[in-house]
């Protein structure tokens, strides 16, 4: 930086920089005294390390200086240094030795170490370009200045643990050198500071230490408590890690690697992403304007949507009006619960939203009893993997014109459509019906809805277990009893926990041309199984035992089937009958029966009961061995065994689990529960699966989201009070065991909530260009209202630092 812009920047240009000094022109004088050059790169290659405390110097710093020096002189060529080691401030006031050094550590004892003059050096040379790596204790130094409060990032709390404990580091960003090769979950001793103040969302976090695994005092910081981060800080690079308390932590290999890869960021030998968490980097745009008075003209009842490849977004409506469009609830009626489901495509090319298509659905009932509602409708869309050259779309519904107004049956299907390229609309008369079967609509609910497409051009179709959420005091839905003209609405064996019907699964099949379908292997069924009671199975079922799927998703990298559904209704959970609702995702990697109405969460039973007296439990169900003796199923009694689940959460909080005896059969008493994921909580409760983000090296786009995302599972909830809304990192060892996320993190900033935010999510689809497209359902209920939209959320934090003409090794960086 020249000496008359640097002179510029200190006088008034650092709005970081709120620490008053004593002599107004000090930091005038400062400047025009520097003379900071470019610093150096290629052979000369130096970082300094500076070790002053206020107090006895501690024993960490010869060990650091030690492992610093090493580190420079082992590993890759291209990153290799000089350490030079100094305890004398004046460094920071002589321009000429100071523009020496590509970065600056601070292996401080904390404290008061640099006057003004001397810290005004340092803010002169990270306006220069440099690079700042401070280590545990830096965080201390220097409290009276706020520009170096936000140089660091935080400052620890007063009353931070002292001892040294063992806990889990979770190393949420794979990319960043100082972080990539490291264990996900890094286990290792240390002392573990606390913040004052949370910075997350204000620098980018690349690893958190998980206060579970020790004990964090009562300035704990909960679930979110980084102990890793970085950012670009006054023109320089700065990296803060709360590790290295101990003098024994720079013995270790994995943390002299993470000292290596800051180092190589903040000395300019490599580019890294120090901007991708930071929530001012993003941008939510509402795209959609508000309905005009009775019509659905921009957007229908929110339920779906996908992207094509050409960037315009397809997005459905259920079938739910204007509020103001009369209902109609009587049976006798032939228009019965008749309601239009919308078809409306969004092209940010033209940034409107035009009606593309629209069938007659069963579904535009809403509100009353259990008797009266419906969730029935447009449930889902898919497009072609070849729709591009083909134009086919797929949608999952219930047609009206197949219900049945006497038995209160209706036939679901999924049909594939054409849109014509020449008038740009659906056309109707092109329908093929790839399946079809029978769901009761006498009594509300439980429909699910979303499919997604493998690698292999196979399509996974979810589908609720359409049962009612009544008769069972909102435990397991296994109530035989409540039935219209023979069909049961309160058993999910009948649905759910039963391999001869396919509602309460998730189907897998493969498409043909023609509009026929195959089966693929590897589904759970082969139709020759054997059974005691010679029941049946269909060949369609890849995932039994789901409850309410709405939202799926498959990882185009790993062909990883990602779902989530919606739990039942109890709010504390019961030592007769079993844990309350959870809400649950899952990972799925094969297939398997993920329990329900047997089991849920990490294969927490429930309770069995059947007639004469379904109000009498009897034993718990078998996780391990589930049997449907339900006098409603027509499918196996020996049923597979049960898949634990990934992440599930209720009232009490994620992951709720209890101690269980010598049958595995939890306590269920509130006060011995324990909470295995503290990053997530109920209440009102539904769960809305999401995608995993692919980052697309080769995409020129502006608006996509940084590699940083890259292979993390979205997951969320339909309110936006406590519930999910966050990205989360799966163990590719336990995922599809029911192994625990390794790594969570909150979304809330960067996909706003609130009332005039997203608030009632119901999915969310990146985009080829890599942006993040999602529907806010609105705020009412089996309606279309005006807060109901669609959204667009884009990163604008720009690449990685720094730029490739500022590497100090350019040659081996190109």
């Known amino acids: 930086m020249a000496v008359a812009a640097l002179t510029a920047s200190l006088l008034g240009g650092n709005a970081a920089s709120a620490r008053p000094y004593p002599d107004p022109g000090l930091k005038e004088r400062v400047a025009t005294t520097l003379s900071l050059p470019t610093p150096p790169g290629g052979k000369n290659v130096k970082v300094l390390v500076f070790h002053a405390s206020a107090g006895e110097e501690p024993p960490t710093v010869d060990a650091g200086i030690a492992a610093i020096e090493k580190i420079g002189l082992s590993g890759p060529a291209e990153g290799r240094f000089k350490t030079v080691a100094t305890d004398d401030p004046a460094v920071f006031t ?55 409060t936000g140089l660091v990032g935080a400052r620890p709390a007063a009353d931070s643990p002292t001892a040294v404990q063992r806990a889990t580091v979770e190393v949420g960003d794979r990319v960043h050198p100082a972080t990539k090769d490291l264990p ?63 003098a024994a932590s720079f013995a270790e290999t994995d943390f002299r690697d993470h000292l290596r890869g800051a180092l190589a960021w903040t000395s300019r030998t490599s580019q890294a992403d120090c901007k991708a968490t ?56 032939p228009d019965i619960g008749r309601g239009r489901g919308e078809i409306h495509v969004y092209d940010p090319a033209t940034k409107k939203s035009t009606l593309v298509g629209a069938l007659d659905v069963f579904g535009n009932k809403g509100g009353g009893d259990e008797l009266v509602k419906v969730e029935e409708g447009l449930l889902g869309i898919e497009l072609d993997p070849d729709f591009a050259t083909n134009g086919w779309v797929y949608l999952h519904y219930t047609p009206h014109s197949r219900i049945n107004r006497d038995t209160h ?34 009594s509300c609910c439980h429909a699910g809805g979303g499919m997604a497409w493998d690698s292999k051009g196979n399509l ?129 990697t094969q297939a398997g029966n993920q329990g329900w109405p047997y089991c849920m969460g990490n294969k927490q039973p429930y309770r069995d009961r059947n007639l004469p007296d379904p109000k009498k439990p009897l034993g718990w169900y078998d996780c391990d061995a589930p049997r449907n003796e339900s006098p409603n199923n027509d ?127 119901m999915d969310w689809k990146f985009a080829p260009d890599g942006s993040l497209y999602v529907q806010d359902y609105g705020r009412g209920f089996f309606t279309s209202d005006s807060k109901s939209a669609l959204w667009r959320v884009t990163y604008t934090g720009g690449g990685p630092t720094p730029a490739v003409a500022d590497l100090a090794r350019k040659a081996e960086a190109q």
């Open 94 to 148: 002589n321009g000429k030795r100071l523009g020496t050094f590509n970065a600056v550590v601070f292996l401080t004892g904390g404290g008061d170490v640099l006057d003004p003059e001397q810290e005004a050096g340092l803010e002169a040379y990270m306006e220069a370009g440099g690079g700042f790596l401070g280590i545990h204790d830096a965080a201390r130094t220097e409290p009276y200045s706020d520009w170096f």
């Open 278 to 333: 930071i929530d001012s980097n993003y941008t939510a745009e509402r795209l959609t304007q508000p309905n005009q008075p009775g019509q659905n003209d921009q957007i229908g009842e929110p339920h779906g949507l996908v992207t094509a490849d050409d960037g315009r977004v397809f997005s459905i409506g259920r079938g739910g009006t204007d509020s103001s469009v009369p209902v109609v609830t009587d049976w006798n009626d």
């Open 635 to 761: 499918g196996l009694v020996k049923l597979p065994p049960v898949t634990g689940n990934t992440i599930w959460y209720s009232p009490q909080g994620g992951g709720v689990d209890y101690p269980r005896d010598e049958n595995g059969v939890p306590s269920y008493k509130t006060d011995e529960q324990k909470e295995l994921l503290p990053w997530l909580k109920g209440g009102g409760q539904a769960t809305m699966n999401g995608p995993v983000y692919r980052y697309d090296a080769d995409s020129d786009s502006t608006a996509k989201w940084p590699e940083y995302w890259d292979g993390k599972w979205f997951v969320g909830d339909f309110y936006d009070d406590t519930q999910p809304r966050h990205a989360v990192i799966t163990d590719p060892k336990t995922a599809g065991k029911g192994g625990l996320p390794v790594h969570a993190e909150s979304l809330r900033k960067i996909i706003p909530v609130g009332a005039d935010g997203i608030r009632n999510l």
């Open 460 to 588: 996974y179709i979810a589908t609720g277990d359409n049962n009612s959420s009544q008769f069972s005091d909102g435990y397991s839905g296994n109530n035989p009893e409540p039935n219209f003209k023979g069909v049961s609405f309160s058993d999910a064996r009948r649905t759910a926990g039963n391999t001869n019907n396919l509602n309460g699964k998730i189907l897998r099949i493969h498409p043909e041309d023609d509009g026929t379908y195959t089966l693929p292997k590897g589904n759970l069924f082969t139709g020759e199984e054997p059974d005691e009671g010679g029941g049946k199975t269909r060949g369609e079922i890849y995932v039994m035992g789901v409850r309410n799927p709405a939202r799926i998703s498959v990882d185009p990298a790993t062909d990883t089937l990602y779902a989530g559904w919606v739990g039942p209704d109890a709010g504390e959970p019961s030592t007769t009958w079993g844990p309350a609702k959870y809400d649950t995702f899952a990972a799925i």
């Open 409 to 442: 049956m209706a036939m679901r299907q999924v049909s594939r459509f054409t849109l014509d390229r020449a008038t740009d609309k659906l056309d109707l008369a092109s329908e093929k019906v790839l399946l079809d079967w029978p769901v009761q609509i006498h």
């Open 184 to 246: 996900l979950e890094w286990k290792r001793p240390d002392t573990w500071l606390n913040w004052k103040e949370n910075p997350s969302g204000d620098v980018h976090t690349v690893a958190r230490v998980r206060e579970l695994t020790y004990s964090p005092g009562k300035s704990a910081n909960g679930w979110d408590h980084p102990v890793s981060w970085c950012r670009d800080y006054d023109g320089g690079r700065s990296f803060y890690t709360a590790m290295g308390g101990t």
